[in-house]
């Protein structure tokens, strides 16, 4: 069964490029429309939550930044029409979650590190987004450098 709609999370590192290939051939042999999404992380959240001062001015400036990494990101894929880019604030797991079932997609494509021993007790964001996922999750296996 072909897919309709696939969402692919970026993290806009290098390492993003064969996920975002795999998600385009995907969605060339399905002929189904694609997404992109990055997800900035409140920097609050990054720091547990617990920092006694205002960050909004730094918030804003790490959104812009992301937003130009992501203009960046996308040019290299020119099929890619703005509205396809999603930049959200939060946690990646929800945020990836809300947008697949905002936008009605079957499937979630992600990268994966395939850590072993201490890394894999401190979370992967694919193991992260498999759970509770509302659509099928493809973890695409990322090479070491
Ligand atoms: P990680 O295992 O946390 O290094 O992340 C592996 C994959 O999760 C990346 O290749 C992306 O597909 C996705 N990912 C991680 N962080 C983000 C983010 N901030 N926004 C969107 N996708 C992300």
Redesign the pocket.
Known sequence: MPYHHILV???LTE??HP?MQRAQALALCSQAKLSL?????PMAMAFGGDVPMDLSMLQQQQFDQARERLDSFAGTYPQLATEQRHLTYGQ?RQE?HRLAEDQGCDLIV????GRHGLALLLG???NDVLHGAPCDVLAVR?KKS
Do not use: K, Q, R, Y
């Open positions: 999370a970026v993290d390492e993003c996920v999404v990055h997800i900035v992380e990646p990836i992600v990268g994966s590190h992967s964001t694919a990322l």
